[in-house]
């Protein structure tokens, strides 16, 4: 992400214990606009670790945006690489040295300490705003650091406890911090006071004297990085859930198994084949390109695409940067780290999909209607027996003959390629001007285009700009649209799937990153369209 930082502070605690850690003066501010979309620094979730990370990375939270990122680490013998980013140090010790992380330049520049390690303006006394304190400056020249005199760098004392804080365990690693919970960095009173976990049993500002000042609290055995939870067996993300087993490419034993994928064959998310287990999969149809070159540079369109957290979208107007294979999957990897993608050749508009899963097969359909794109398939490797096809489509503006023209070019083509004992989703702009147009017949002989419709916040399933017309679409064929489920999104449910508009949806924290000018913003196309499906993995 091209943006701002200031330092980072106090990783994966929650914002209640952030505040006690960090000084209640100095809370998280609103986070900024991404001026690229976020696409250099992933957002993660320090719950679930580095899973939406890339290779070597780790998840960091950044308080001053009040979310957390990728960050790879760096040194002399491995550097950041690119010219917005810097090597920052961290304050923390790992291998018996200071950890560095790749960030954006503007951190080390912001940080007025970074790199400084009991400068002469940190003179290590316990009072002084300087010093890590109530002003929010870390005195230990760490960009990770800033909370309230928890790893001090003034001279003559390697931990401060500066009057009035009880931050402190006479360590290096503040007890009760990010290295706690039963290790030899703790200062809870008697065997057993932590849980044992990697991310302190006890409170984010710990080592008080008498029993309950530690074990048992948010992140804790027990709770939600525990048995039991999201991340253990039998939960969303384990036993025979979105990464499964029993798929095609799959590794297990038995009649219809394959070679085994990065997203399959017994990994950590993977249970094998089974009765019982599901797949939940969010199609998302996104023309929501901005700006005057029907492209995704200004980034309100991937903000939108990254606050539903889809699992295939129907792209349309797929334009990047300079359209470099780098350029395209760093938008790619904005949407969802490490997903799959194709996009047509040749286009000035093309279509394409993204997957989270697999893409074992791939093309596109000549449209004979018009010159400057093609219909764009993928065949997606979903787990279980059955594989997804998708087709992203953007038809004419001209008028409804015209579309009716296409849809019986892309209904041709289906019957023709694709099997119908897979799933089937026809996806995208179409353009339509109503939902009694020609086209929906010709559709209908493949997919169901009768009703519920997805809709916003306040009931409008129109999705052009102005929001007087269906322009845009998700039609699956009979077999997937049997496991269709209510979008729910936080508390947030809409039966028949969601328009994303972002100007009318409360509240916007169900759905950050996004913004709410970003559906408004200059160039537009149109709103997403989202619809869920709970598919049996057997």
């Not at 297990?252 to 094998?272: E, F, I, L, R």
């Not at 023309?287 to 995704?296: E, K, L």
């Not at 269709?484 to 328009?499: A, D, H, N, Y």
């Amino acid at each position: 992400m091209k943006k701002t930082f200031s330092y980072l502070a106090c990783a994966a605690v929650s914002l209640t214990i952030l505040a006690l850690a960090c000084g209640d003066s100095d809370p998280p501010k609103t986070p900024l606009p991404l001026e690229d979309g976020g696409v250099l620094w992933v957002q993660c979730d320090p719950q679930r670790g580095a899973s939406a990370c890339g290779e070597g990375e780790e998840c960091r939270y950044v308080p001053f945006y009040d979310r957390a990122i990728c960050v790879r680490p760096c040194g002399p013998q491995a550097v950041c690489g690119q010219e917005e980013a810097a090597c920052c140090p961290t304050g923390e010790e790992r291998d018996g040295g200071e950890t560095t992380f790749c960030l954006p330049s503007e951190v080390c520049e912001a940080t007025p300490d970074a790199g400084d390690d009991a400068g002469a303006g940190d003179g290590g006394d316990g009072g002084e705003e300087t010093d890590g304190g109530s002003s929010g400056d870390d005195g230990g020249g760490s960009t990770l650091d800033g909370g309230d005199i928890e790893v001090d760098a003034g001279p003559g004392t390697e931990v401060d406890a500066g009057p009035g804080t009880v931050v402190d365990a006479g360590t290096e690693i503040d007890a009760g911090t990010v290295v706690d919970a039963g290790t030899e960095i703790d200062a809870g009173p008697g065997p057993g006071t932590d849980a044992g976990t990697e991310i302190d049993a006890g409170t984010a500002i710990d080592a008080g004297p008498g029993p309950g000042t530690d074990a048992g609290t948010e992140i804790d055995a027990g709770t939600e990085i525990d048995a039991g939870t999201e991340i253990d067996a039998g939960t969303e993300i384990d036993a025979g859930t979105e990464i499964d087993a029993g798929t095609e490419i799959d590794a297990g034993p038995g009649p219809g198994t394959d070679a085994g994928t990065s997203t399959d064959a017994g990994t950590s998310t993977d249970a094998g084949t089974g009765t019982g287990t599901y797949t939940n999969i969010r199609i998302m149809a996104a023309n929501i390109s901005s700006g005057n070159g029907q492209d995704y540079d200004p980034g309100h369109g991937i903000r939108l695409m990254q606050g539903v957290d889809p699992d295939v979208v129907l792209i349309q107007e797929f334009n990047y940067r300079t359209d470099s294979v780098a350029d395209i999957s760093s938008l790619v990897n904005a949407v969802g780290s490490g997903f799959h993608y194709y996009r047509e050749e040749g286009a000035q508009i093309p279509n394409g999909i993204i997957s989270r899963w697999p893409i074992i097969q791939s093309g596109e359909w000549n449209d004979t209607q018009v010159s400057n794109r093609d219909f764009a398939w993928a065949r997606i490797d979903i787990p279980g027996p059955k594989d997804l096809w998708a087709v992203s489509v953007h038809l004419l503006t001209s008028g409804s003959g015209a579309r009716n023209n296409e849809a019986n070019l892309i209904v041709n083509y289906i019957r023709a390629q694709i099997p119908e004992s897979d799933y089937l989703v026809i996806g995208g702009d179409l353009n339509t001007d109503s939902r009694s147009e020609s086209c929906f017949s010709t559709f209908a002989g493949v997919v169901v285009t009768s009703s519920p419709y997805p809709a916003d916040k306040n009931g409008n399933v129109n999705t052009n700009f102005s929001r007087g017309k269906p322009y845009d679409h998700v039609l699956v064929d009979a077999d997937l649209n049997q496991y269709r489920q209510s979008t729910v999104i936080g508390s947030s449910t809409f039966p028949g799937g969601l328009v994303l508009d972002s100007r009318v949806y409360t509240p916007l924290s169900e759905i950050a990153p996004v913004q709410a000018g970003d559906s408004a913003a200059s160039g537009m196309q149109h709103m997403g369209i989202i619809k869920d499906f709970r598919v049996p993995a057997f």
